[in-house]
């Protein structure tokens, strides 16, 4: 099968070339009658023709057969994005949360970094836990909303490696706009590499990070795996340092960013669920270097 | 039937006032006054909308009052500037052209007018009391429910809505009983104007569509008030129903604010060529047509809900074949100016501007009937580019059209064309300035109702591109204004007809006696002021 975004841009440019002929049609007929017809070109009083069957069953029945094709090459692309009975090498689950998004891999979990591998059909089953939300990666093609209490499906498949971003496109609520998603599409070897690192346990154990962590209210909402920390309100943080950005998007993912995520969340991303934790210095400190060591 | 004198004459000079007035015409006074306040309010909320996403990353206003302003902006404009705009032309207009002297119910008239307005007010309480509503003017359950919506916005919502809704319900059957029923001696239902056409078709749609918004935010009420669970799936409910509903409404609804507008346009392009109407028959009979599919689409909104492929292209063709009827409108328009004496007035000016642009949302929403382009562009900017190229590259310049050809009957004097030329080159360049890099904010990824963009995504110059021209729309507008308040104070006279026009509103004074007309009229033909004019060369028929 075709990537969906190719059998996407090819309808695209078919119904693209029809509208802008149409377009120009219609607008030079409007122009040349302004031009031809001024009362100060011409004198004396306009014919009265007030109607012609013909002309009026030709301008309908003509646009009705452009349509029908366009109908026809419609009902064959949405096949074809659908994977047109191609069965998918994976399914990865995906979950929106008010704003960010759970990626699970047969259990493993991250989040808002979706990997896949390169030129593999995937099926990602797409649910919500609180509000809709809408899975939208435009360079991969369409979008597919998130429900809450049902599963919806979306056909994934990318031709060539690289780091394509997205965002939810349905209203979501007041931090709608950063809940922005990266497809990180690689070679099959380099994605198995990636997701055995990430079916293993934390990187690193007994540290005084993780003590801040397993002894706040961290542990209510987020899981480290290989500690006791299970909660699921938030991303899963057992290899957090191996994604991009924090918070979905709003910030470069390094030491010194998380600290100050950590110290105030609500700055940066007002109306994030994640609450301010006071937290000393050196226990920011501390936590930052913990999350900065959890590859 | 026979004419029953409704109105009664009062003593020269005597007025009950603004508050207590059943005047058909005073109404519809009103109405255009509250959807111009309407239109200004929603204007200015867009230009913040505008202001805060000319650069990436801006911190202008914060989240929240960005939430809350484009969700008041889509309520504003849709319930609260375009359909009393056109209500009140229609109030207006309507019974002076079919030869009436009055709405067949004027005090409910007053009743529609003031729910409708009061609607309104009660949405705007919502700032004083703790916050607009933020869920978009859609207002998708779970989003509006309380668990995720736990201010009151979402309540002064429902019921601003449902008030303003039940006026604007009466209202319709008001104006449907009058065209029904009030026509004067001669004027058969197919020699009516095409706006009294075009009002009937709506209000048929309004009477339609309304009631299922109507019952969804009751069931929104319920669901926020009294513990019930319409939309929560968690209580056994269904999220999707609520989109459903509110698109069955939704969608007519584009038909309930676009069809008047081209009513208005089918009346003023004859005029200004100097011709009747082409295809009457089909222009009329088109709207019907529109007005049956237009309660068969809903569901185009909801491609990328999952509803399924069967759904899906079943919605798809509907909405294709509405395209159809759209077209018809089109090429009669088009084939009207052909062959005529055209006067380029300002009004004429914004009708050829409806054409034009209209022709671009007409094709824009072809595309989005095609599933895997919606699926790829939905809920973007494309979207957004979509709806203003219809709503106002098609009914607000339809409506500027109406203004500058009525606002001399209801006046009594012209507005000047001078202004008229400015407002409408400054409209159409910031117009098309602001929504047409839209298009292509959606195309490549730039989501609707997002409050910011990263500076990565490189949407920030097509984005600047779109707020100078929403300054430029803004200059427009002001200069209209100033054009209306200066042609109000010292506007040249205007005369009965000044407009060499066809129909019998122009047969009266500017403006009209309360009564309308010294005798009802009877007429002969669809252009009855012509045929009083030239009775040699009278229409056929």
Known sequence: ?295 | MTAIPLWVRRPAGERVGWLRTVDHKEIGVLYIGMGVAFFAIGGLEALLLRAQLATPEATLVDPETFNQAFTVHGVTMILLAVVPLLVGFANYMVPLMIGARDVAFPRLNALSFWLSLVGGIVLYFSFLAGGAPDTGWFSYAPLSERAFAPGTGVDYYILGLAVNGAGTIIGAINLTVTILLMRCPGMAISRVPLFVWMTLVTSVLILGAYPALTAALVMLFVDRQLGGHFFDPAGGGQAVLWQHLFWFFGHPEVYIMVLPAMGMISEVIPVFSRKPIFGYGFVAGSSVAIAFLSFGVWAHHMFAVGLGDTENAIFSATSMLIAIPTGVKIFNWIATMIGGRLRMTTAMLFAVGFIAMFVIGGLSGVALAVVPIDLAVTDSYFVVAHLHYVLFGGTMLGIFAGAYYWFPKMTGRLLSEGLGRWHFWLTFAGFNLTFLPQHWLGAVGMPRRVFTYAASTGWGPLNLISTIGATILAVAMVVFFVNLARSLRSGEIAGDDPWDAFTLEWSTTSPPPPENFTRIPAVTGRRPLWDRKHPESRDKK
């Not at chain 1, 349905?170 to 706009?177: L, Q, R, S, T």
């Not at chain 1, 899981?223 to 994604?243: K, M, N, Y």
Request: charged share 15%; proline share 6%.
């Open chain 1, 1 to 295: 099968m075709r990537p969906p975004a190719d059998a996407i841009g090819t309808l695209s440019l078919i119904v693209g070339v029809i509208a802008f002929l149409i377009f120009v049609g219609v607008e030079a007929a409007l122009v040349y009658a302004i031009w031809r017809y001024r009362a100060s070109r011409l004198a004396g009083e306009p014919a009265r023709f007030e109607s012609n069957r013909r002309l009026e069953i030709a301008w309908t029945a003509a646009p009705a057969l452009i349509l029908a094709v366009i109908f026809v090459l419609t009902l064959g692309a949405m096949a074809e994005i659908n994977g047109a009975g191609v069965a998918p090498a994976m399914r990865i689950a995906a979950t929106g949360h008010q704003w960010w998004w759970e990626f699970s891999y047969g259990g493993t979990k991250t989040a808002n970094e979706l990997h896949i591998p390169v030129a593999t059909p995937i099926d990602l089953d797409l649910t919500s836990v609180d509000v809709i939300h809408s899975f939208w990666v435009p360079e991969l093609g369409p979008k597919m909303d998130m429900l809450p209490g049902t599963t919806n499906h979306l056909r994934l498949l990318a031709r060539r490696a690289g780091s394509y971003d997205g965002q939810c496109a349905e209203f979501c609520g007041v931090e709608h706009a950063w809940m922005r998603i990266r497809v990180i599409v690689q070679s099959q070897a380099e994605f198995d590499t990636w997701l055995g690192a990430q079916r293993l346990p934390a990187a690193v154990k007994g540290v005084d990070g993780e003590r801040v962590f397993l002894t706040n209210i961290c542990v209510n909402c987020h899981t480290i795996a290989g500690t006791a920390a299970s909660g699921t309100a938030g991303p899963d943080l057992t290899h957090v340092a191996s994604r991009g950005t924090i918070g979905a998007g709003v910030l470069p993912n390094d030491v010194a960013r998380m600290r100050a995520w950590l110290a105030d969340p609500q700055r940066y991303k007002p109306g994030s669920l994640m609450p301010r934790v006071p937290l000393s210095d050196a226990d920011l400190d501390a936590l930052a270097a913990y999350l900065g060591a959890l590859k």
